[in-house]
């Protein structure tokens, strides 16, 4: 494997969002899925690490930043090798249909469903999601299991606010009568 973050020096802002948001989804959803084992959490919680700490700066910044680069490009791959191996969830799987009814990116589309799916998640591996908030720099001490867990679920909202992406439907052109079409449709 050949990581060059130079490839992507020249990536817009908006693009470095949306392909960052996916991955750091393939890290989430590969730590806290059923099939997650110590190999793919050791690949997966590096991957959230590096990615939240580097996703501002490199969206922010752009090519001035290629250390952040590097460290998301970095963190992307072990992201992908955590998703490939233990599997991904919800949010990849709503993807589809809801990028091609929205009109908007892969990265878009799986960053927009990932806190509902970690929300509705939470119940299945509470401590994996108390985790994932601690690395995403989340402050948990003190915190009862169930409520830092909750705290990932709001890191991601804030990140996904920082990096001016959706996080409603509405903000994608959908209402409540395209999510029943679209139900019944699928």
């Not at 110590?38 to 996703?55: G, P, Q, W």
């Not at 960053?111 to 119940?123: D, F, H, R, S, V």
């Not at 003190?142 to 409520?147: A, E, Q, V, Y």
Request: glycine share 8%; hydrophobic share 45%; charged share 15%.
């Amino acid at each position: 494997m050949i990581v060059d973050p130079a490839l992507t020096k020249d990536l817009p802002a908006t693009a470095t969002a949306h392909t960052g948001m996916d991955a750091l989804a393939h890290a989430i959803e590969g730590y806290t899925c059923c099939r997650a084992n110590l190999v793919t959490d050791l690949f997966a919680s590096e991957a959230i690490r590096l990615i939240s700490k580097s996703i501002g700066p490199a969206y922010a910044k752009g090519c001035a930043r290629m250390e952040d680069r590097y460290q998301m490009s970095i963190g992307a791959s072990f992201a992908m090798f955590a998703g490939s191996v233990a599997g991904v969830g919800l949010a990849h799987l709503m993807n589809i249909a809801l990028g091609k009814r929205a009109g908007i990116s892969h990265g878009a589309a799986v960053g927009l469903m990932l806190p509902y799916a970690m929300e509705y998640n939470l119940i299945s591996a509470p401590e994996k999601h108390a985790e994932v908030a601690r690395l995403l720099g989340e402050n948990t001490n003190g915190l009862s299991t169930r409520d830092a867990a909750l705290k990932s679920v709001s890191a991601v909202c804030g990140l996904l606010s920082d990096l001016d992406m959706p996080q409603r439907l509405s903000e994608v052109g959908l209402t409540a009568a395209d999510i029943l079409v679209w139900s019944t449709n699928s």
